[in-house]
């Protein structure tokens, strides 16, 4: 079983539509949870960053975290054709800038105007 | 957010011959580094954390005498595949970790190598 289990996609929602995703994990020390979106043939870029439970929101993004279940949420309101992209969550155990991440595999995601 | 380039985006190289590539923090100082490896639809397979000064740490099953890793300053570690072959094929993506409030990493935009 992988540390940080996320559903692979697609996932295709109509433009305006809201857009949930989700990681499930299993070791419980992790307190720093990312999201990072990828386009095709380009780096990750950061999207969210949260630390223990609690929500989260910028823009039209919002990150949950539930550490009581292991489980991280993205949702994407009034989505665009922009939006169209791989989500990747990521998470460590310590803020320490050398620490390592932990990837779930990416959902893949399309909005269709 | 702060700003990591590669170089180069994209290299066609012969079997047998070695390819470096760049990886610059342009904005911030960058004590770590990390060198990831991306399979087309599938996340990234971390390869190696690099320190500034200091060897590498390599994961499980990376060679580390096939990928060498430098990291000679505080905003510049460079990735060499030696000796390459078509099976080395890959996007390689590196980050870059901040010594801020939190360790948030940024992202490379990616160097896709292809070996002939």
């Known amino acids: 079983q992988k540390e940080v289990e996320q559903d692979p996609g697609p996932l295709s929602v109509p433009e305006g539509a809201i857009v949930s995703l989700n990681c499930t994990y299993s070791?419980?020390?992790?307190?720093?949870f990312m999201w990072y979106r990828q386009y095709s043939r380009k780096g990750p870029e950061l999207l969210m960053y949260?630390?223990?439970?609690g929500n989260k929101e910028d823009g039209r993004f919002t990150a949950q975290v539930d550490k009581s279940s292991k489980y991280i949420s993205l949702f994407i309101r009034d989505s665009q054709p922009s939006d169209s992209a791989t989500y990747l969550c990521?998470?460590?155990?310590?803020?320490?800038?050398?620490?390592?991440?932990?990837f779930g595999g990416g959902t893949r995601v399309l909005v269709k105007p | 957010g702060a700003v990591v380039s590669q170089h180069p985006s994209w290299v066609i190289c012969k079997s047998g011959t070695s390819v470096k590539i760049e990886c610059r923090s342009l904005?911030?100082?960058?004590?770590?580094m990390f060198w990831y490896r991306q399979f087309p639809k599938q996340s990234l397979m971390l390869m190696a954390t690099?320190?500034?000064?200091?060897?590498?740490?390599?994961e499980q099953g990376v060679e580390k005498d096939k990928f060498l890793i430098n990291h000679a300053s505080l905003t510049l570690s460079t990735l060499t595949v030696t000796s390459a072959h078509p099976e080395d094929s890959s996007f390689y993506i590196c980050?870059?970790?901040?010594?801020?409030?939190?360790?948030?990493?940024?992202f490379g935009p990616g160097t896709r190598l292809t070996v002939l």
């Open positions: 980050s870059a970790g901040t010594s801020g409030k939190y360790n948030e990493q940024f």
């Open positions: 070791n419980s020390a992790f307190q720093y």
């Open positions: 949260t630390y223990s439970s």
């Open positions: 990521a998470m460590s155990a310590s803020k320490a800038a050398g620490n390592k991440l932990t």
């Open positions: 904005d911030f100082q960058a004590t770590t």
């Open positions: 690099s320190n500034e000064g200091s060897k590498a740490t390599y």
